[in-house]
């Protein structure tokens, strides 16, 4: 049986897009077809990401960026509102944009907590809330969480990432039965250690924190990983592409 996407003609937005797992999956949905707005901070990124996606062959899709601060709340309706007048319609959302410094929790003040909430946490629910009238006149629409590990599994080196992500499982949870009653389904996916410029900004924060080298951080978190590698971006839109499979009725 082969694996029947139907996303040709669909529009997406995916925050972070301009790097790491979300520039991954805005590159897998415009190959597939879907229209794509990526949603960033840094202008100059995100216009680098449209040129890459641009490149790629697709069946006529649209690529646009949007500039916007997603820890800002006015951030998020202009992610939605230009989103919606440029593209017309959305379908599927991607909330990825995160940032959480690590490092030890003696060290880290209310400031290291209070950046990582705003941004992911409540960045996350307020795109959910921002989208939902939209999705719920359509009776259809999906949403993906890029969560991550540290939400079942906390480190104390990583706690406001940590909080941050046993939150958002809290509310993927939550919302997803309200959510039903409209037809539209929520997921999380919970990445690994994966090879962005985050994970390496990750690895340096450590080992200054540790008072070790960025190879010996690198060295530890590889042990903790069964098949001894960092997983790429890639295989993790692969996996964000999964969740949109049709299956005959
Ligand atoms: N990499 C990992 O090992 C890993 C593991 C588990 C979970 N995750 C999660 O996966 C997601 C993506 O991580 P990544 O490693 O791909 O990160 P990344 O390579 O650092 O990319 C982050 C993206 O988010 C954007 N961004 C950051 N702050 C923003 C803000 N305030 N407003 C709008 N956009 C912002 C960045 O662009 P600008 O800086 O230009 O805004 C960039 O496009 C995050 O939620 C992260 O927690 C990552």
């Known amino acids: 049986m082969s694996l029947d996407l139907q996303l040709s003609g669909k ?13 991954a999956i805005a590159k897998a949905l415009y190959s597939e077809g879907v229209n794509v707005a990526i949603a960033a901070r840094n202008p100059e990124r995100l216009e ?63 400031d290291a907590f209070l ?12 795109l959910v809330r921002a989208i939902l009238p939209h999705l719920q006149s359509r009776r259809d629409g999906r949403i993906v969480n890029i969560i991550g590990g540290a939400g079942r599994t906390p480190r104390p080196s990583f706690l406001p990432g940590g909080t941050t992500n046993a939150a958002l499982l809290n509310f993927t949870r939550g919302i997803s039965k309200e959510l039903a009653q409209h037809n539209i389904r929520i997921n999380a996916i919970s990445p690994g250690l994966t090879a962005t410029e985050r994970a390496e900004s ?24 069964p098949l001894g590698k960092i997983v ?18």
């Open 11 to 23: 529009t997406a937005i995916v925050t972070g897009g301009s790097a790491g797992i979300g520039l």
């Open 48 to 110: 680098q990401a449209v040129s890459t996606i641009e490149s790629l062959p697709s069946s006529g899709a649209t690529i646009i960026s949007i500039s916007a601060d997603l820890s800002q709340a006015e951030g998020v309706e202009k992610v939605v509102s230009t989103a919606l007048e440029q593209l017309g319609q959305i379908d599927i959302v991607i909330n990825n944009a995160g940032s959480a410094r690590a490092g030890a929790f003696i060290d880290l003040g209310d």
């Open 115 to 126: 950046d990582a909430w705003n941004l992911k946490l409540l960045g996350y629910i307020r």
């Open 202 to 225: 990750l690895a340096q924060q450590n080992a200054q924190s540790q008072g070790v080298s960025v190879e010996e951080v690198k060295a530890e978190s590889l042990k903790a990983i």
């Open 232 to 249: 790429k971006p890639e295989e993790i839109a692969a996996l964000a592409l999964s969740l949109f499979c049709h299956f005959p009725e």
